[in-house]
């Protein structure tokens, strides 16, 4: 079983960074994939990004693509999720969560049926 600890949420203002973290204990497979969702108030969980353990594939979801960065250390059972240039719209509860791989038949990194793991969230709020 694997426990996923998130940190790094807070308040900014539009136009501001933060960098979110997720610290993973317990085994992880090389082909474990870390994704990051968020679930605004009131409004459906959705995929924002997803980074391959094994080969450090990433994936990005269109609304952030280009302000948000995800990445790894390996070292530090450690996933990020570096998000400038932050919206009000990107103001959300934030999860990371792992499932065995991001992409499969039948299964696309954003779908979270497969995800099997889920961190307890950290906010994002971001005012206008």
């Known amino acids: 079983q694997v426990q996923l600890v998130e940190s790094g949420g807070g308040s900014v203002q539009a136009g501001g960074s933060l960098r979110l973290s997720c610290v993973a204990s317990g085994y992880t497979h090389s082909r474990t994939c870390m994704g990051w969702f968020r679930q605004p108030p009131g409004k459906e969980r959705e995929g924002v990004a997803a980074?391959?353990?094994?080969?450090?594939?990433?994936y990005y979801a269109d609304s952030v693509k280009g302000r948000f960065t995800v990445s790894q250390d390996n070292a530090k059972n450690t996933v990020y999720l570096q998000m400038n240039s932050l919206k009000p719209e990107d103001s959300a509860m934030y999860y990371c969560a792992t499932k065995l791989m991001c992409n499969f038949p039948g299964s696309m990194w954003y779908d979270m049926k497969d995800y099997t793991n889920w961190g307890q969230g950290t906010q994002v709020t971001v005012s206008s």
């Open positions: 980074v391959g353990v094994g080969d450090g594939s990433t």
